[in-house]
Nanobody, 119 residues
Framework: QVRVVESGGGLVQPGESLTLSCTVS??????????TGWYRQAPGKQRELVAT???????KDGDFVKGRFTISRDMSKNTMYLQMNNLQPEDTAVYYC???????????WGQGTQVAVSS
């Protein structure tokens, strides 16, 4: 059974950076996934796509990213990352890691990590 754990969230000031990590344990491994990605959900809002990367290495970002965030993977560590720069208060949300074994599923979610941006 696969286990997905996010970490790295916290409270930062506007303009600062954070790196989130998504560590995968068990089976199937991160290497086996068709696509992996980061999503976020702010209070009172729907969960939205932040960034995804698929088996070919192609990435897709949410419209709000505007070059500020970078998704990456380290297969040797079974870990996916989200480097977030120039964070703004509107980036405050719980950030979730999603793994998709195939385009049609199954999909695996982590429990989320809180990111808060405030002065």
């Amino acid at each position: 059974q696969v286990r997905v754990v996010e970490s790295g969230g916290g409270l930062v000031q506007p303009g600062e950076s954070l790196t989130l990590s998504c560590t995968v344990s068990g089976s199937p491994t991160l290497f086996s996934m068709y696509a992996t990605g980061w999503y976020r959900q702010a209070p009172g809002k729907q969960r939205e796509l932040v960034a995804t990367i698929d088996v070919s290495g192609s990435t897709k970002d949410g419209d709000f990213v505007k070059g500020r965030f970078t998704i990456s993977r380290d297969m040797s560590k079974n870990t996916m990352y989200l480097q977030m720069n120039n964070l703004q208060p509107e980036d405050t949300a719980v950030y979730y890691c999603k793994l998709s074994l195939n385009s049609w599923g199954p999909h695996y979610w982590g429990q989320g990590t809180q990111v808060a941006v405030s002065s």
